[in-house]
Antibody
């Protein structure tokens, strides 16, 4: 069974870069059918999609974050990463890594499953 | 971008009740609609994908319906473990995947 696990600093200073890694176990990150992505949830609020990347290149980013976000995939380590630069307090959230099933199959019906357990990142000096 | 709304924002119900949650998209999204359940302190869990397909392992008391702009999630007989927040999510626009604001189901 595929499992995802986020890791990274829990505290980031304003204006710095937030960097998180998601380790994939129980399956291959280079499987044709999947995109790998990130979703966040500010404390007490709803879910916001950040973006996602296919192992071989295609990338989709939330337009509201696009100028600050980079998602990369490291197949050799079965990991994918999120970099969010120039963070502010508004970026404080629980960050989830996710697998998107379906989009890679000719742009078909798609959904997020599974999800990592999430990691809280606080932006504060 | 496609906006998602949910109603109600919260509801109180008892074990055994039939519960219906509505999700509406600001434009037609065909069947590109998914439902997730989130319990406090936990990651969301996929319940229903493609508007009406039950994810493996999810109890059959959960069902989804709809297409176009209007969708519903129904819990046929609410169980104690179903008290949670439910989110719909459109996967039609690859420009921006968006979630509804959530519906919190708590105990009456």
């Amino acid at each position: 069974q595929l499992q995802l696990q986020e890791s990274g600093p829990g505290l980031v200073k304003p204006s710095e870069t937030l960097s998180l890694t998601c380790t994939v176990s129980g399956g291959s990150i280079s499987t044709n059918n999947y995109y790998w992505g990130w979703i966040r949830q500010p404390p007490g609020k709803g879910l916001e999609w950040i973006g996602m990347k296919y192992y071989s290149g295609s990338t989709y980013y939330n337009p509201s974050l696009k100028s600050r976000v980079t998602i990369s995939v490291d197949m050799s380590k079965s990991q994918f990463s999120l970099n969010l630069k120039s963070v502010t307090a508004a970026d404080t959230a629980v960050y989830y890594c996710v697998r998107n099933w379906g989009l890679a199959t000719a742009g078909g019906l798609n959904w997020f499953d599974p999800w990592g357990q999430g990691t809280l990142v606080t932006v504060s000096s | 971008d496609i906006q998602m709304t949910q109603s109600p924002s919260s509801l109180s119900a008892s074990v055994g009740d039939r519960v219906t949650i509505t999700c509406r998209a600001s434009q037609s999204i065909s069947r590109y609609l998914n439902w997730y359940q989130q319990k406090p302190g936990k990651a969301p869990k996929l319940l229903i994908y493609a508007a009406s397909s039950l994810q493996s392992g999810v109890p059959s008391r959960f069902s989804g319906s709809g297409s176009g702009t209007d969708f519903t999630l129904t819990i046929s007989s609410l169980q104690p473990e179903d008290f949670a927040t439910y989110y719909c999510q459109q996967s039609y626009s690859t420009e921006e995947f968006t979630f509804g604001p959530g519906t919190k189901v708590d105990m009456k």
